[in-house]
Protein backbone atom coordinates (compact mmCIF):
# COMPACT_ATOMS: atom_id res chain seq x y z
CA UNK A 1 0.00 0.00 0.00
CA UNK A 2 1.27 3.71 -0.75
CA UNK A 3 1.62 5.56 2.26
CA UNK A 4 -0.55 8.62 2.39
CA UNK A 5 2.46 10.97 1.93
CA UNK A 6 3.34 10.24 -1.21
CA UNK A 7 0.08 10.87 -2.32
CA UNK A 8 0.30 14.01 -0.99
CA UNK A 9 2.88 14.66 -2.46
CA UNK A 10 1.94 13.26 -6.09
CA UNK A 11 -0.88 15.49 -5.55
CA UNK A 12 0.54 18.35 -5.14
CA UNK A 13 3.03 17.90 -7.36
CA UNK A 14 0.30 17.68 -9.98
CA UNK A 15 -1.13 20.62 -8.99
CA UNK A 16 2.21 22.78 -9.23
CA UNK A 17 2.66 21.71 -12.91
CA UNK A 18 -0.70 21.87 -13.57
CA UNK A 19 -0.76 25.51 -12.60
CA UNK A 20 2.12 26.51 -14.52
CA UNK A 21 1.24 24.82 -17.69
CA UNK A 22 -2.06 26.80 -17.20
CA UNK A 23 -0.25 30.01 -16.45
CA UNK A 24 2.46 29.92 -19.78
CA UNK A 25 1.15 27.68 -21.80
CA UNK A 26 -1.47 30.30 -23.16
CA UNK A 27 2.27 32.70 -23.36
CA UNK A 28 3.58 29.77 -25.35
CA UNK A 29 1.02 29.40 -27.94
CA UNK A 30 0.99 33.11 -28.11
CA UNK A 31 4.66 33.68 -28.68
CA UNK A 32 5.36 30.38 -31.44
CA UNK A 33 2.13 32.14 -33.72
CA UNK A 34 4.37 34.83 -34.12
CA UNK A 35 6.72 33.15 -36.18
CA UNK A 36 4.40 31.25 -38.16
CA UNK A 37 4.29 32.46 -42.05
CA UNK A 38 0.05 32.54 -41.26
CA UNK A 39 -1.82 35.59 -42.32
CA UNK A 40 -4.48 34.78 -39.65
CA UNK A 41 -3.04 34.51 -35.88
CA UNK A 42 -2.45 30.73 -35.59
CA UNK A 43 -0.86 27.88 -33.92
CA UNK A 44 -1.95 25.55 -36.35
CA UNK A 45 -1.74 24.51 -39.63
CA UNK A 46 1.61 25.56 -39.21
CA UNK A 47 2.98 26.89 -42.70
CA UNK A 48 5.88 27.87 -42.36
CA UNK A 49 8.60 29.64 -40.07
CA UNK A 50 9.25 33.47 -40.57
CA UNK A 51 10.31 36.11 -38.90
CA UNK A 52 8.27 38.59 -41.32
CA UNK A 53 5.84 39.81 -38.36
CA UNK A 54 8.56 41.47 -36.56
CA UNK A 55 9.25 43.24 -39.46
CA UNK A 56 5.78 44.43 -40.15
CA UNK A 57 5.39 45.36 -36.53
CA UNK A 58 8.68 47.53 -36.13
CA UNK A 59 7.19 49.23 -39.65
CA UNK A 60 3.99 50.80 -38.10
CA UNK A 61 4.63 54.33 -37.59
CA UNK A 62 1.60 54.17 -34.95
CA UNK A 63 2.98 51.74 -33.23
CA UNK A 64 6.08 54.02 -32.39
CA UNK A 65 4.58 56.69 -31.92
CA UNK A 66 1.74 55.01 -29.25
CA UNK A 67 5.29 53.40 -27.57
CA UNK A 68 6.53 57.25 -27.29
CA UNK A 69 3.24 58.65 -25.52
CA UNK A 70 3.54 55.45 -23.52
CA UNK A 71 7.13 56.39 -22.23
CA UNK A 72 6.30 60.36 -21.63
CA UNK A 73 3.03 59.50 -19.89
CA UNK A 74 5.04 57.06 -17.56
CA UNK A 75 7.24 59.52 -17.31
CA UNK A 76 5.14 62.00 -15.64
CA UNK A 77 3.01 59.70 -13.82
CA UNK A 78 6.12 58.90 -12.14
CA UNK A 79 7.00 62.76 -11.85
CA UNK A 80 3.81 63.36 -10.04
CA UNK A 81 2.67 60.20 -8.48
CA UNK A 82 5.69 59.64 -6.12
CA UNK A 83 5.81 62.94 -4.45
CA UNK A 84 2.28 62.95 -3.42
CA UNK A 85 2.43 59.19 -2.41
CA UNK A 86 5.72 60.85 -0.39
CA UNK A 87 3.94 63.91 0.90
CA UNK A 88 0.80 61.66 1.76
CA UNK A 89 2.75 59.01 3.72
CA UNK A 90 4.79 61.59 5.87
CA UNK A 91 1.39 63.35 6.65
CA UNK A 92 -0.22 60.08 7.79
CA UNK A 93 2.48 58.36 9.61
CA UNK A 94 4.11 61.78 11.29
CA UNK A 95 0.99 63.43 12.63
CA UNK A 96 -1.70 62.56 14.85
CA UNK A 97 -5.33 63.86 13.74
CA UNK A 98 -8.59 62.96 14.36
CA UNK A 99 -10.05 62.72 10.64
CA UNK A 100 -6.68 60.05 9.98
CA UNK A 101 -9.51 57.09 9.43
CA UNK A 102 -11.92 59.05 7.17
CA UNK A 103 -8.95 60.39 5.55
CA UNK A 104 -7.24 57.37 4.62
CA UNK A 105 -10.20 55.73 3.39
CA UNK A 106 -10.70 58.75 0.85
CA UNK A 107 -6.86 58.53 -0.13
CA UNK A 108 -6.78 54.36 -0.63
CA UNK A 109 -9.99 54.76 -2.57
CA UNK A 110 -9.06 55.19 -5.99
CA UNK A 111 -7.45 51.51 -5.36
CA UNK A 112 -10.60 49.96 -4.76
CA UNK A 113 -12.58 51.54 -7.70
CA UNK A 114 -12.38 50.06 -11.13
CA UNK A 115 -10.01 52.05 -13.49
CA UNK A 116 -12.84 53.56 -16.11
CA UNK A 117 -14.78 55.12 -13.16
CA UNK A 118 -11.76 56.51 -12.66
CA UNK A 119 -10.50 57.38 -16.74
CA UNK A 120 -14.36 58.86 -17.16
CA UNK A 121 -14.27 60.99 -14.07
CA UNK A 122 -10.98 62.78 -14.33
CA UNK A 123 -12.28 62.96 -18.39
CA UNK A 124 -15.20 64.57 -17.14
CA UNK A 125 -13.63 66.62 -14.97
CA UNK A 126 -10.74 68.52 -17.10
CA UNK A 127 -13.42 68.81 -19.85
CA UNK A 128 -15.95 70.73 -17.36
CA UNK A 129 -13.75 72.68 -15.12
CA UNK A 130 -10.47 73.71 -17.94
CA UNK A 131 -12.46 72.44 -21.56
CA UNK A 132 -9.44 70.19 -21.70
CA UNK A 133 -10.27 67.75 -23.99
CA UNK A 134 -9.06 64.01 -23.59
CA UNK A 135 -5.57 63.66 -24.19
CA UNK A 136 -2.09 62.52 -23.01
CA UNK A 137 -2.38 65.40 -20.06
CA UNK A 138 -5.95 63.76 -18.85
CA UNK A 139 -4.54 60.06 -19.18
CA UNK A 140 -1.56 61.31 -16.71
CA UNK A 141 -4.06 62.74 -14.37
CA UNK A 142 -6.40 59.40 -14.63
CA UNK A 143 -3.32 56.96 -14.19
CA UNK A 144 -1.68 59.38 -11.29
CA UNK A 145 -4.88 59.24 -9.19
CA UNK A 146 -4.57 55.92 -8.08
CA UNK A 147 -0.75 55.42 -8.86
CA UNK A 148 -0.61 58.04 -6.05
CA UNK A 149 -2.36 55.72 -3.63
CA UNK A 150 0.34 52.64 -4.78
CA UNK A 151 3.34 54.99 -4.12
CA UNK A 152 1.96 55.92 -0.82
CA UNK A 153 1.10 52.63 0.81
CA UNK A 154 4.77 51.60 -0.48
CA UNK A 155 6.66 54.62 1.31
CA UNK A 156 4.16 54.63 3.98
CA UNK A 157 5.32 51.15 5.35
CA UNK A 158 8.93 52.04 5.72
CA UNK A 159 7.96 55.85 6.91
CA UNK A 160 6.76 53.72 9.70
CA UNK A 161 9.79 52.39 10.80
CA UNK A 162 11.65 55.69 10.81
CA UNK A 163 13.41 56.19 14.33
CA UNK A 164 12.39 59.85 14.95
CA UNK A 165 15.10 60.42 17.34
CA UNK A 166 17.81 60.88 14.21
CA UNK A 167 15.68 64.03 13.52
CA UNK A 168 15.61 65.16 16.75
CA UNK A 169 19.12 64.77 16.92
CA UNK A 170 19.59 66.74 14.04
CA UNK A 171 17.25 69.93 15.56
CA UNK A 172 19.06 69.98 18.56
CA UNK A 173 22.52 70.25 16.78
CA UNK A 174 20.89 73.09 15.08
CA UNK A 175 19.78 71.79 11.80
CA UNK A 176 17.17 73.59 9.50
CA UNK A 177 14.23 71.31 7.93
CA UNK A 178 15.41 71.75 5.06
CA UNK A 179 18.99 69.67 6.13
CA UNK A 180 16.77 67.04 8.10
CA UNK A 181 14.56 66.51 5.34
CA UNK A 182 17.63 66.23 2.46
CA UNK A 183 20.03 64.42 4.96
CA UNK A 184 17.75 61.99 7.05
CA UNK A 185 14.85 61.85 5.94
CA UNK A 186 14.67 61.03 2.47
CA UNK A 187 17.88 58.81 2.45
CA UNK A 188 15.85 56.54 4.57
CA UNK A 189 13.13 56.71 2.20
CA UNK A 190 15.17 55.78 -0.55
CA UNK A 191 14.75 52.24 -1.11
CA UNK A 192 10.97 53.02 -0.75
CA UNK A 193 11.33 55.67 -3.32
CA UNK A 194 12.98 53.56 -5.65
CA UNK A 195 10.76 50.78 -5.37
CA UNK A 196 7.42 53.33 -6.07
CA UNK A 197 9.47 54.86 -8.98
CA UNK A 198 9.92 51.79 -10.61
CA UNK A 199 5.99 50.80 -9.76
CA UNK A 200 4.40 54.19 -10.75
CA UNK A 201 6.20 53.49 -14.24
CA UNK A 202 5.27 49.90 -15.06
CA UNK A 203 1.58 50.72 -14.12
CA UNK A 204 1.54 53.40 -15.96
CA UNK A 205 2.64 51.30 -19.07
CA UNK A 206 0.85 48.83 -18.30
CA UNK A 207 -2.51 50.65 -17.87
CA UNK A 208 -5.65 50.32 -20.09
CA UNK A 209 -9.06 50.71 -18.61
CA UNK A 210 -8.58 54.22 -16.53
CA UNK A 211 -6.28 55.24 -20.17
CA UNK A 212 -8.79 54.22 -22.24
CA UNK A 213 -11.78 56.86 -21.16
CA UNK A 214 -9.28 59.73 -20.47
CA UNK A 215 -6.72 59.92 -23.70
CA UNK A 216 -9.06 60.87 -26.20
CA UNK A 217 -7.61 60.23 -29.66
CA UNK A 218 -4.34 60.23 -28.25
CA UNK A 219 -3.05 56.36 -28.22
CA UNK A 220 -0.07 55.00 -25.52
CA UNK A 221 0.84 51.21 -26.17
CA UNK A 222 -2.23 49.36 -24.32
CA UNK A 223 -4.58 51.28 -26.31
CA UNK A 224 -2.86 50.83 -29.69
CA UNK A 225 -2.54 47.01 -28.71
CA UNK A 226 -6.30 47.14 -27.90
CA UNK A 227 -7.52 49.01 -31.18
CA UNK A 228 -5.13 46.73 -32.92
CA UNK A 229 -6.91 43.33 -31.48
CA UNK A 230 -10.31 44.87 -31.69
CA UNK A 231 -9.95 45.39 -35.39
CA UNK A 232 -7.89 43.72 -37.96
CA UNK A 233 -6.02 40.87 -35.92
CA UNK A 234 -2.70 40.10 -37.09
CA UNK A 235 0.02 37.81 -36.35
CA UNK A 236 2.25 41.48 -35.49
CA UNK A 237 0.45 40.92 -32.37
CA UNK A 238 2.05 37.97 -31.36
CA UNK A 239 5.73 39.66 -32.72
CA UNK A 240 4.91 42.30 -29.91
CA UNK A 241 3.93 39.98 -27.06
CA UNK A 242 6.93 37.71 -28.04
CA UNK A 243 9.17 40.80 -27.21
CA UNK A 244 7.20 41.60 -24.34
CA UNK A 245 7.72 38.53 -23.33
CA UNK A 246 11.28 37.98 -23.71
CA UNK A 247 12.30 41.46 -21.73
CA UNK A 248 10.47 40.24 -18.86
CA UNK A 249 12.01 36.71 -18.66
CA UNK A 250 15.36 38.78 -19.22
CA UNK A 251 14.59 41.35 -16.30
CA UNK A 252 13.36 38.37 -14.50
CA UNK A 253 16.73 36.27 -15.26
CA UNK A 254 19.09 39.72 -14.43
CA UNK A 255 17.21 40.25 -11.19
CA UNK A 256 17.84 36.67 -9.97
CA UNK A 257 21.67 36.54 -10.69
CA UNK A 258 21.89 40.25 -9.18
CA UNK A 259 20.30 39.14 -6.05
CA UNK A 260 22.13 36.09 -5.71
CA UNK A 261 25.54 38.10 -6.02
CA UNK A 262 24.38 40.14 -3.71
CA UNK A 263 23.67 37.08 -1.31
CA UNK A 264 27.01 35.53 -1.95
CA UNK A 265 28.67 38.91 -1.17
CA UNK A 266 27.11 38.90 1.93
CA UNK B 1 -5.48 71.74 16.53
CA UNK B 2 -3.56 74.25 17.99
CA UNK B 3 -1.40 71.12 19.18
CA UNK B 4 -1.30 69.94 15.88
CA UNK B 5 -0.55 72.64 13.77
CA UNK B 6 2.95 73.36 16.47
CA UNK B 7 3.35 69.58 16.09
CA UNK B 8 3.95 70.18 11.91
CA UNK B 9 5.92 72.89 11.88
CA UNK B 10 7.90 71.78 14.55
CA UNK B 11 8.63 68.49 12.40
CA UNK B 12 8.43 69.94 8.66
CA UNK B 13 8.67 73.79 8.99
CA UNK B 14 6.42 76.28 7.78
CA UNK B 15 7.27 75.48 4.08
CA UNK B 16 7.87 72.27 4.85
CA UNK B 17 4.20 71.43 6.15
CA UNK B 18 2.84 73.64 3.23
CA UNK B 19 4.11 71.67 0.64
CA UNK B 20 2.68 68.71 1.61
CA UNK B 21 -0.52 70.05 2.30
CA UNK B 22 -0.20 71.75 -1.07
CA UNK B 23 0.52 68.74 -2.76
CA UNK B 24 -2.00 65.81 -0.63
CA UNK B 25 -4.54 68.85 -1.04
CA UNK B 26 -3.89 68.39 -4.62
CA UNK B 27 -4.49 65.15 -5.03
CA UNK B 28 -7.59 64.69 -2.86
CA UNK B 29 -9.29 67.57 -4.32
CA UNK B 30 -8.46 67.31 -7.91
CA UNK B 31 -8.00 64.01 -8.82
CA UNK B 32 -10.02 62.43 -6.36
CA UNK B 33 -13.15 64.61 -5.12
CA UNK B 34 -13.46 66.91 -7.72
CA UNK B 35 -14.05 64.49 -10.07
CA UNK B 36 -16.12 62.41 -9.11
CA UNK B 37 -18.75 65.22 -7.87
CA UNK B 38 -18.69 66.42 -11.51
CA UNK B 39 -19.45 62.84 -12.37
CA UNK B 40 -22.01 62.91 -10.08
CA UNK B 41 -23.56 66.02 -11.54
CA UNK B 42 -23.50 64.54 -14.67
CA UNK B 43 -25.04 61.71 -13.79
CA UNK B 44 -28.12 63.60 -12.59
CA UNK B 45 -28.44 65.48 -15.72
CA UNK B 46 -30.93 65.07 -18.59
CA UNK B 47 -28.61 64.01 -22.10
CA UNK B 48 -29.50 67.47 -24.15
CA UNK B 49 -28.56 68.42 -27.36
CA UNK B 50 -25.03 71.12 -26.98
CA UNK B 51 -27.07 74.53 -26.98
CA UNK B 52 -29.66 73.43 -24.82
CA UNK B 53 -26.82 73.10 -21.94
CA UNK B 54 -27.80 75.03 -18.70
CA UNK B 55 -31.28 75.95 -20.35
CA UNK B 56 -34.91 75.49 -18.67
CA UNK B 57 -34.04 71.74 -19.29
CA UNK B 58 -31.06 71.04 -17.35
CA UNK B 59 -32.50 70.42 -14.07
CA UNK B 60 -31.52 67.36 -11.72
CA UNK B 61 -33.43 64.52 -12.70
CA UNK B 62 -32.91 60.74 -11.59
CA UNK B 63 -33.67 59.42 -15.61
CA UNK B 64 -30.68 57.86 -16.31
CA UNK B 65 -30.49 55.86 -12.91
CA UNK B 66 -34.08 54.70 -14.16
CA UNK B 67 -32.67 53.77 -17.80
CA UNK B 68 -31.15 50.44 -15.78
CA UNK B 69 -34.98 49.33 -14.66
CA UNK B 70 -37.02 49.99 -17.66
CA UNK B 71 -34.07 49.18 -20.58
CA UNK B 72 -34.56 44.91 -19.96
CA UNK B 73 -31.69 44.72 -22.23
CA UNK B 74 -29.17 46.55 -19.72
CA UNK B 75 -30.30 45.34 -16.70
CA UNK B 76 -30.36 41.80 -17.36
CA UNK B 77 -26.53 42.88 -18.60
CA UNK B 78 -26.08 44.24 -15.07
CA UNK B 79 -27.18 41.22 -13.33
CA UNK B 80 -25.57 39.14 -15.46
CA UNK B 81 -21.69 40.81 -14.89
CA UNK B 82 -22.45 41.02 -11.08
CA UNK B 83 -23.10 36.74 -11.11
CA UNK B 84 -20.22 36.66 -13.63
CA UNK B 85 -17.67 38.50 -11.69
CA UNK B 86 -18.59 36.25 -8.64
CA UNK B 87 -17.78 33.29 -10.24
CA UNK B 88 -14.74 34.92 -11.40
CA UNK B 89 -13.96 35.77 -7.75
CA UNK B 90 -14.66 32.54 -6.81
CA UNK B 91 -13.01 30.57 -9.54
CA UNK B 92 -9.79 33.06 -8.75
CA UNK B 93 -9.93 31.74 -4.98
CA UNK B 94 -10.10 28.54 -5.08
CA UNK B 95 -7.35 28.26 -7.66
CA UNK B 96 -4.78 30.37 -6.20
CA UNK B 97 -5.98 29.38 -2.30
CA UNK B 98 -3.27 25.69 -2.72
CA UNK B 99 -0.17 27.86 -4.85
CA UNK B 100 -0.12 30.85 -2.08
CA UNK B 101 0.04 28.52 0.40
CA UNK B 102 2.41 26.41 -0.94
CA UNK B 103 4.24 29.67 -1.79
CA UNK B 104 3.68 30.55 2.21
CA UNK B 105 4.41 27.89 3.93
CA UNK B 106 5.97 24.95 2.42
CA UNK B 107 8.57 26.21 -0.35
CA UNK B 108 11.91 26.97 0.66
CA UNK B 109 14.75 28.07 -0.95
CA UNK B 110 15.07 27.67 -4.80
CA UNK B 111 12.50 26.31 -5.64
CA UNK B 112 10.36 29.31 -3.25
CA UNK B 113 12.14 31.91 -5.86
CA UNK B 114 11.33 29.94 -9.02
CA UNK B 115 7.76 29.86 -8.13
CA UNK B 116 7.72 33.36 -7.30
CA UNK B 117 9.67 34.45 -10.49
CA UNK B 118 7.11 31.95 -12.25
CA UNK B 119 3.76 33.37 -10.87
CA UNK B 120 5.40 37.48 -11.41
CA UNK B 121 6.73 36.76 -15.44
CA UNK B 122 2.93 36.68 -16.84
CA UNK B 123 1.80 39.24 -15.10
CA UNK B 124 4.15 41.81 -16.18
CA UNK B 125 2.69 40.93 -19.99
CA UNK B 126 0.26 43.38 -20.80
CA UNK B 127 -3.19 42.12 -19.68
CA UNK B 128 -4.74 42.53 -23.06
CA UNK B 129 -1.94 40.05 -24.50
CA UNK B 130 -2.75 37.77 -21.74
CA UNK B 131 -6.63 37.72 -23.11
CA UNK B 132 -5.49 37.54 -26.74
CA UNK B 133 -3.74 34.59 -26.01
CA UNK B 134 -6.99 32.86 -24.59
CA UNK B 135 -8.48 34.20 -27.84
CA UNK B 136 -5.83 31.75 -29.79
CA UNK B 137 -7.04 29.18 -27.63
CA UNK B 138 -10.45 28.85 -27.79
CA UNK B 139 -11.42 30.68 -30.82
CA UNK B 140 -12.90 28.11 -33.98
CA UNK B 141 -9.82 27.70 -35.53
CA UNK B 142 -7.83 27.87 -32.14
CA UNK B 143 -5.37 25.81 -30.57
CA UNK B 144 -8.52 24.20 -28.63
CA UNK B 145 -10.82 23.41 -31.18
CA UNK B 146 -8.24 21.96 -33.02
CA UNK B 147 -6.66 19.92 -30.93
CA UNK B 148 -9.87 18.08 -30.23
CA UNK B 149 -10.54 17.63 -33.79
CA UNK B 150 -7.19 16.22 -34.16
CA UNK B 151 -8.16 13.20 -31.53
CA UNK B 152 -11.08 12.79 -33.30
CA UNK B 153 -13.23 13.85 -30.18
CA UNK B 154 -15.46 16.19 -32.04
CA UNK B 155 -16.44 16.82 -35.77
CA UNK B 156 -16.93 20.03 -35.69
CA UNK B 157 -15.62 23.13 -33.92
CA UNK B 158 -16.99 24.06 -30.81
CA UNK B 159 -17.85 27.59 -30.63
CA UNK B 160 -16.25 28.57 -27.27
CA UNK B 161 -16.78 32.07 -27.69
CA UNK B 162 -20.82 31.85 -27.99
CA UNK B 163 -21.50 32.34 -23.79
CA UNK B 164 -19.95 33.73 -20.97
CA UNK B 165 -17.27 30.66 -20.81
CA UNK B 166 -14.35 32.28 -22.20
CA UNK B 167 -14.77 35.93 -20.62
CA UNK B 168 -15.11 34.50 -17.23
CA UNK B 169 -12.09 31.84 -18.41
CA UNK B 170 -10.09 34.66 -19.90
CA UNK B 171 -10.30 36.60 -16.72
CA UNK B 172 -9.36 34.21 -13.98
CA UNK B 173 -6.25 33.84 -16.15
CA UNK B 174 -5.76 37.15 -16.14
CA UNK B 175 -6.42 38.52 -13.15
CA UNK B 176 -4.91 35.22 -10.84
CA UNK B 177 -2.08 37.12 -9.64
CA UNK B 178 -4.34 40.19 -7.78
CA UNK B 179 -5.73 36.91 -5.63
CA UNK B 180 -2.82 35.12 -5.12
CA UNK B 181 -0.21 37.87 -3.70
CA UNK B 182 -3.10 38.87 -1.33
CA UNK B 183 -3.48 35.62 -0.05
CA UNK B 184 0.45 34.76 -0.07
CA UNK B 185 0.84 37.93 2.42
CA UNK B 186 -1.91 36.81 4.92
CA UNK B 187 -0.37 33.02 5.25
CA UNK B 188 2.89 33.91 5.03
CA UNK B 189 2.83 35.83 8.61
CA UNK B 190 0.87 32.09 10.43
CA UNK B 191 3.50 30.14 12.49
CA UNK B 192 4.08 27.41 11.06
CA UNK B 193 3.89 25.44 14.54
CA UNK B 194 0.39 26.35 14.87
CA UNK B 195 0.02 23.88 11.50
CA UNK B 196 2.55 21.16 12.84
CA UNK B 197 1.07 21.67 16.11
CA UNK B 198 -2.47 20.24 14.90
CA UNK B 199 -0.87 17.85 12.76
CA UNK B 200 0.90 16.10 15.81
CA UNK B 201 -2.23 15.83 17.64
CA UNK B 202 -4.14 14.27 14.42
CA UNK B 203 -5.91 16.69 12.76
CA UNK B 204 -6.62 16.17 8.76
CA UNK B 205 -5.82 18.79 6.55
CA UNK B 206 -8.91 19.67 5.51
CA UNK B 207 -9.62 20.21 9.59
CA UNK B 208 -5.92 22.35 9.76
CA UNK B 209 -7.11 24.51 6.46
CA UNK B 210 -10.89 25.15 7.65
CA UNK B 211 -9.41 25.58 11.80
CA UNK B 212 -6.07 27.36 11.46
CA UNK B 213 -5.10 28.97 7.93
CA UNK B 214 -7.98 30.16 6.62
CA UNK B 215 -9.14 31.95 9.78
CA UNK B 216 -5.21 33.39 9.55
CA UNK B 217 -6.11 34.48 6.07
CA UNK B 218 -9.22 36.07 6.23
CA UNK B 219 -7.95 39.55 5.55
CA UNK B 220 -5.97 38.09 2.58
CA UNK B 221 -8.98 36.59 1.49
CA UNK B 222 -10.99 39.33 1.67
CA UNK B 223 -7.99 41.47 -0.34
CA UNK B 224 -8.06 39.06 -3.01
CA UNK B 225 -11.74 38.79 -3.54
CA UNK B 226 -12.03 42.34 -3.37
CA UNK B 227 -9.58 43.04 -5.67
CA UNK B 228 -10.84 40.53 -8.46
CA UNK B 229 -14.25 40.83 -7.97
CA UNK B 230 -13.30 44.56 -8.82
CA UNK B 231 -11.13 44.20 -11.63
CA UNK B 232 -13.65 41.51 -13.00
CA UNK B 233 -16.44 43.84 -13.27
CA UNK B 234 -15.11 47.33 -14.19
CA UNK B 235 -13.16 44.59 -16.79
CA UNK B 236 -13.45 46.44 -20.27
CA UNK B 237 -10.51 44.34 -22.04
CA UNK B 238 -11.43 40.89 -21.55
CA UNK B 239 -15.14 41.09 -23.20
CA UNK B 240 -14.47 43.56 -25.66
CA UNK B 241 -11.03 40.87 -27.02
CA UNK B 242 -13.09 37.56 -25.87
CA UNK B 243 -16.51 38.07 -25.88
CA UNK B 244 -19.31 37.78 -28.26
CA UNK B 245 -22.40 39.71 -29.09
CA UNK B 246 -24.28 37.32 -26.59
CA UNK B 247 -21.48 38.14 -23.74
CA UNK B 248 -21.96 41.88 -23.20
CA UNK B 249 -20.23 43.52 -20.48
CA UNK B 250 -21.89 46.55 -18.00
CA UNK B 251 -18.59 48.14 -18.58
CA UNK B 252 -19.27 47.94 -22.81
CA UNK B 253 -22.39 49.93 -22.07
CA UNK B 254 -20.65 52.61 -20.21
CA UNK B 255 -18.60 52.90 -23.44
CA UNK B 256 -21.19 52.79 -26.17
CA UNK B 257 -22.80 55.66 -24.12
CA UNK B 258 -19.51 57.61 -24.23
CA UNK B 259 -19.12 56.77 -27.88
CA UNK B 260 -22.78 58.18 -28.67
CA UNK B 261 -21.38 61.36 -26.55
CA UNK B 262 -24.14 60.49 -23.98
CA UNK B 263 -21.87 61.12 -21.13
CA UNK B 264 -24.68 61.73 -19.13
CA UNK B 265 -26.16 58.03 -19.42
CA UNK B 266 -22.43 56.76 -18.49
CA UNK B 267 -21.52 58.57 -15.59
CA UNK B 268 -25.28 57.61 -13.86
CA UNK B 269 -23.94 53.64 -15.18
CA UNK B 270 -20.35 54.57 -13.92
CA UNK B 271 -21.94 55.38 -9.98
CA UNK B 272 -24.20 52.65 -10.33
CA UNK B 273 -20.77 50.49 -10.75
CA UNK B 274 -18.55 52.50 -8.23
CA UNK B 275 -22.06 51.27 -5.90
CA UNK B 276 -21.91 47.60 -6.38
CA UNK B 277 -18.07 47.49 -6.03
CA UNK B 278 -18.91 49.69 -2.72
CA UNK B 279 -21.25 46.84 -1.70
CA UNK B 280 -19.27 44.54 -2.65
CA UNK B 281 -16.34 45.62 -0.58
CA UNK B 282 -18.47 46.23 2.66
CA UNK B 283 -19.79 42.99 2.65
CA UNK B 284 -16.79 41.55 2.38
CA UNK B 285 -15.68 43.67 5.02
CA UNK B 286 -18.69 42.40 7.41
CA UNK B 287 -17.96 38.94 6.25
CA UNK B 288 -14.71 38.42 6.74
CA UNK B 289 -14.54 40.99 9.90
CA UNK B 290 -11.94 43.12 8.62
CA UNK B 291 -11.44 46.68 8.59
CA UNK B 292 -10.17 49.25 5.71
CA UNK B 293 -6.36 49.27 7.47
CA UNK B 294 -5.76 45.58 6.94
CA UNK B 295 -7.28 45.91 3.39
CA UNK B 296 -4.89 48.29 1.85
CA UNK B 297 -1.71 46.72 3.35
Same mark, same amino acid.
Given at each position: MISSRVVLKLAIGSYLVLFFVYLFLPLVFMSVVAFNTSTIPQVTPWEGFTFNWFRVLFADSQMWDALINSFIVAFFVVIISVPIGLAA????????????????????????????IIGISTFLFWDKAFHLSGGLWTAIMAQSTFISGYCMLLIM????????????????????????????????LKPALITAAALAFMQSFENYNSTLFAIGFEQTLPIYIGSKLRSFISPAMNALACIFILITITGAVVYEVMRRREAIKR | ???????????? *? !?? =???? @?? *? !?? =???? @???????QLIMIDYSFRPFLPLREIGGPEDNYTLKNYMVLFTNEFHRIIFIKTIWASVIVTVTALFVCYPISFYLAKVAKGARFSLILVGLIIPYWINELLRIFAWQLILSDAGVLNQFLLTINIIADPINFR?????????????????????LYNAMESLDRNQIDAAHDLGASWPRIHWHIVIPHAKPGIAVGCIMTFMLAAGSIAAPQLLGSPSSFWFTQIIYTNFETANWNQGAAYSMVLAGLCLIFIFSMMKIFKVNLRAIAK
Amino acid at each position: MISSRVVLKLAIGSYLVLFFVYLFLPLVFMSVVAFNTSTIPQVTPWEGFTFNWFRVLFADSQMWDALINSFIVAFFVVIISVPIGLAASLLLTRLQFKARNSFYAILVSPLLMPGIIIGISTFLFWDKAFHLSGGLWTAIMAQSTFISGYCMLLIMARAQRFNKTQEDAAFDLGATHRQVFLKITLPFLKPALITAAALAFMQSFENYNSTLFAIGFEQTLPIYIGSKLRSFISPAMNALACIFILITITGAVVYEVMRRREAIKR | MRKLRQDAIRQF *G !TF =GILL @IL *G !TV =GFWV @ICMILLPQLIMIDYSFRPFLPLREIGGPEDNYTLKNYMVLFTNEFHRIIFIKTIWASVIVTVTALFVCYPISFYLAKVAKGARFSLILVGLIIPYWINELLRIFAWQLILSDAGVLNQFLLTINIIADPINFRAGNGAVIMGMVYAYILFMVFPLYNAMESLDRNQIDAAHDLGASWPRIHWHIVIPHAKPGIAVGCIMTFMLAAGSIAAPQLLGSPSSFWFTQIIYTNFETANWNQGAAYSMVLAGLCLIFIFSMMKIFKVNLRAIAK
